[in-house]
């Protein structure tokens, strides 16, 4: 299996920088997208990483590194409507999701 | 992207009986998946819906439990039979497609399933 692995849990304050990272262990695997979900939605796409390096999209900029095994998302001027959960979510011709990172933002 | 429904929203239901949930896509897509996610837990796949052919099941899932039609390009059911609490779950559909951006799954607004 690909083990995906994120934290739990992670509170910041509004305005604030939070980076969730996310290991795996794959052989192989097409690339890796984060999803964000609100209570109670359904999860909305955010980023996708083919290659290593580092994606921006305005707020949030997401990298990957093959090599390590590793990804992670950074969002940046955190708003009280980024409270969601964060999916780290491999395609390996399959979708595989982790756990998921719940973040808190607190005013 | 893609606009996605799915009805019911939600439903409850007796043990025992059986729900089909209905996708609908506003543009046609070259996959459609079914997905189910536990109270508390990640999404687990259930099976890729084929059009005009059998389903493809994961591991854990088989089509008498989860019967699937995907009778053209826009739409697809789950069928969840025989009913038991432990099948409360949300349930939701994605899709795929070149045309609304490669490799990206989009996901329908979930059916909230409540099993007594």
């Known amino acids: 299996g690909q083990n995906i692995d994120q934290p739990t849990e992670m509170t910041a304050t509004e305005g604030a920088i939070v980076q969730i990272n996310c290991t795996y262990q794959?052989?192989?695997?097409?690339?890796l997208f984060w999803y964000q979900q609100h209570a109670g939605e359904a999860p909305t796409f955010l980023s996708y990483?083919?290659?290593?390096g580092l994606e921006e999209k305005g707020r949030f900029s997401s990298f990957l590194s093959r090599s390590k095994g590793y990804s992670y998302l950074l969002l940046k001027e955190l708003q009280m409507k980024d409270s969601a959960s964060y999916l780290c979510?491999?395609?390996?011709?399959?979708?595989?999701f982790g756990a998921g990172t719940t973040v808190t933002v607190r005013a | 992207s893609a606009v996605i429904s799915q009805k019911p929203s939600r439903d409850i239901c007796q043990r025992g009986t059986s729900l089909t949930i209905q996708c609908q896509v506003d543009?046609?897509?070259?996959?459609m998946f079914w997905y189910r996610q536990q109270p508390g837990q990640s999404l687990t796949l259930i099976a890729t819906?084929?059009?005009?052919?059998?389903?493809?099941?994961e591991s854990g899932f088989v089509i008498d439990k989860f019967p699937i039609s995907r009778p053209n390009l826009t739409f697809s059911t789950l069928t969840v039979s025989n009913m038991s609490p432990e099948d409360s779950s949300i349930y939701l559909c994605?899709?795929?497609?070149?045309?609304?951006?490669?490799?990206?799954?989009?996901f329908g607004p979930g059916t909230r399933l409540l099993v007594l």
């Open positions: 994605s899709v795929e497609g070149l045309a609304i951006g490669p490799e990206t799954q989009y």
């Open positions: 794959t052989s192989g695997f097409n690339g």
């Open positions: 990483n083919v290659l290593d």
């Open positions: 979510v491999l395609n390996d011709y399959k979708l595989s």
């Open positions: 543009s046609q897509v070259t996959m």
């Open positions: 819906a084929n059009q005009g052919s059998e389903a493809t099941y």
